[in-house]
């Protein structure tokens, strides 16, 4: 099944930019959705973005559209750039791979350990 890591995470000021990356240590498969999710102290995991690894075709969450995007390279690589960050999006990201085009964290299968992002107005 392979291991997801994440990297790139950080404290960073309101309108700063960050990179998140997400390595897969095995294979994508062209029919795999890599997602990623948020989960600051006190509230829910919530669907941040998802890509379809073969068409890249990416869906956002209302909160972060226009701000967030998502992309993937080779081999294993998929890339979460964060702009115009906002206290709110403080929370641990973390990637996960599923094999539906879904929000829902349920149907992901393999998770990765997530990174802080720390956002301070």
């Known amino acids: 099944q392979g291991q997801l890591v994440e990297s790139g995470g950080g404290s960073v000021q309101a309108g700063d930019s960050l990179r998140l990356s997400c390595t897969a240590s095995?294979?994508?498969?062209?029919?795999?959705?890599m997602g990623w999710f948020r989960q600051a102290p006190g509230k829910e995991r919530e669907f941040v973005g998802l890509?379809?690894?073969?068409?890249?075709?990416t869906l956002y969450a209302d909160s972060v559209k226009g701000r967030f995007s998502l992309s993937r390279d080779s081999p294993y690589t998929v890339y979460l750039q964060m702009t115009n960050l906002r206290p709110e999006d403080t929370a641990v990201y973390s990637c996960a791979k599923g094999s539906r085009y879904t929000s829902d964290p349920a149907e992901y299968r393999i998770w990765g350990q997530g990174t802080q992002v720390t956002v301070t107005s």
């Open positions: 890509i379809r690894w073969h068409s890249g075709t």
């Open positions: 095995g294979r994508i498969l062209s029919s795999s959705v």
